[in-house]
């Protein structure tokens, strides 16, 4: 797989830095650009993008290509979109301007994402399509589970402002395909990422790394949002401390009835999660900047595949209603 030109739709925390790093790491051996949007383009396009990772003596600082049109760009070789999981639908038809035969996309994504169930050989649902994250199938038609390549993302990022990003770990991203065959493509796009400094793995069972993740993002996210703490005050109360944990327990019994297994149990994943500092979860940035809650796909899809796979989900279903409220009354407030 020949890549030479990689466009990242959605230039926002993780988008960004990935973005930063591929200008960087590539050089000369890839055009790199962004499709972004609002005061973080304007700043890309008049002063770069910069970087500031985590323990780096100097922030990364790289010129890039950036538009909030992506028919501009042209056909890539690779697109990976830093959009979240409920931002994708509304902006398939700009994907889709960027696409040619052969071009794969890498998504980003937190929670179950709208492919999910292609090519899906841990349970009997596989081609099932997903109403709530993929309305009308456009995403489904216009860019294809066939192109998609998985990703899972551990690393803590955000727009500290515009134009710059801040990385607070070192973090890994692991790729897989939805079939769980280990490709030229998906080893190809490793290997680059590889290259650029990202710290990256493939796995054949990507579902399992979706539901590993989701484990902690069902449980922290929504109840940070709800609170407004931080994670490590939310590990600090006995009440919200319990609280998580049932919600892990409900994603654990949802996701095995589902065929996935998981790498830790649900007190070892607590255990880990009190080493976690001071850091807001990303949607509690995006409640106190007035966007869009990333609420169906980390939440309304563990309600949702639980109904699917008989599996009572009583928290989540609790935390679900409240955060949804919450997303409305945010976004009403922020208009």
Same mark, same amino acid.
């Given at each position: 797989?020949?890549?030479?030109?990689?466009?990242?739709?959605?230039?926002?925390?993780?988008?960004?830095?990935?973005?930063? +790093?591929?200008?960087?790491?590539?050089?000369?051996?890839?055009?790199?650009? &962004?499709?972004?949007?609002?005061?973080?383009? =304007?700043?890309?396009?008049? %002063?770069?993008?910069?970087?500031?990772?985590?323990?780096?003596?100097?922030?990364?600082?790289?010129?890039?290509?950036?538009?909030? @049109?992506?028919? =501009?760009?042209?056909?890539? @070789?690779?697109?990976?979109?830093?959009? +979240?999981?409920?931002?994708?639908?509304?902006?398939?038809?700009?994907?889709?301007?960027?696409?040619?035969?052969?071009?794969?996309?890498?998504?980003?994504?937190?929670?179950?994402?709208?492919?999910?169930? %292609? *090519?899906? /050989?841990?349970?009997?649902?596989?081609?099932?399509?997903?109403?709530?994250?993929?309305?009308?199938?456009? #995403?489904?038609?216009?860019?294809?589970?066939?192109?998609?390549?998985?990703?899972?993302?551990?690393?803590?990022?955000?727009?500290?402002?515009?134009?710059?990003?801040?990385?607070?770990?070192?973090?890994?991203?692991? !790729?897989? =395909?939805?079939?769980?065959?280990?490709?030229?493509?998906?080893?190809?796009?490793?290997? #680059?990422?590889? *290259?650029?400094? &990202?710290?990256?793995?493939?796995?054949?069972?990507?579902?399992?790394?979706?539901?590993? +993740?989701?484990?902690?993002?069902?449980?922290?996210?929504?109840?940070?949002?709800?609170?407004?703490?931080?994670?490590?005050?939310?590990? /600090?109360?006995?009440? !919200?401390?319990?609280?998580?944990? +049932?919600?892990?327990?409900?994603?654990?019994?949802?996701?095995?009835?589902?065929?996935?297994?998981?790498?830790?149990?649900?007190?070892?994943?607590?255990?880990?999660?009190?080493?976690?500092?001071?850091?807001?979860?990303?949607?509690?940035?995006?409640?106190?900047?007035?966007?869009? !809650?990333?609420?169906?796909?980390?939440?309304?899809?563990?309600?949702? !595949?639980?109904?699917?796979?008989?599996?009572?989900?009583?928290?989540?279903?609790?935390?679900?209603?409240?955060?949804?409220?919450?997303?409305?009354?945010?976004?009403?407030?922020?208009?």
């Amino acid at each position: 797989m020949p890549i030479s030109k990689i466009c990242i739709y959605g230039a926002g925390a993780l988008g960004g830095a990935l973005a930063a +790093k591929l200008a960087s790491g590539l050089g000369a051996g890839a055009t790199v650009s &962004v499709v972004a949007r609002g005061d973080h383009l =304007e700043a890309i396009r008049r %002063h770069g993008l910069k970087l500031f990772e985590a323990d780096a003596a100097q922030p990364l600082e790289v010129r890039i290509a950036a538009t909030d @049109d992506p028919a =501009e760009l042209g056909p890539q @070789d690779l697109v990976i979109t830093g959009l +979240k999981g409920h931002q994708l639908s509304p902006a398939a038809e700009g994907i889709a301007k960027l696409l040619k035969q052969g071009t794969r996309v890498v998504m980003v994504l937190n929670g179950i994402p709208w492919w999910y169930f %292609h *090519r899906d /050989a841990q349970s009997r649902y596989a081609e099932r399509q997903l109403e709530e994250l993929d309305p009308g199938g456009r #995403l489904w038609r216009l860019i294809g589970p066939e192109r998609v390549i998985g990703c899972v993302a551990y690393q803590g990022a955000e727009v500290t402002k515009p134009g710059e990003v801040t990385l607070s770990n070192k973090g890994r991203f692991i !790729l897989g =395909e939805p079939s769980g065959e280990i490709s030229p493509d998906l080893e190809a796009i490793a290997s #680059l990422l590889s *290259r650029s400094d &990202v710290t990256v793995a493939t796995t054949p069972l990507i579902r399992d790394e979706i539901w590993n +993740k989701l484990m902690g993002n069902a449980a922290f996210n929504p109840i940070s949002a709800l609170t407004r703490a931080q994670m490590n005050d939310l590990m /600090a109360d006995p009440a !919200l401390a319990s609280m998580v944990g +049932k919600v892990m327990n409900e994603v654990r019994a949802v996701g095995e009835a589902l065929g996935t297994r998981f790498a830790v149990n649900v007190e070892q994943r607590l255990e880990q999660s009190r080493a976690i500092g001071p850091v807001r979860t990303s949607m509690l940035q995006d409640l106190l900047s007035g966007k869009a !809650l990333e609420v169906v796909p980390l939440v309304g899809m563990v309600v949702s !595949l639980g109904r699917l796979a008989s599996v009572p989900t009583p928290v989540s279903e609790t935390i679900l209603a409240l955060v949804t409220q919450l997303d409305k009354e945010n976004r009403r407030a922020a208009a």
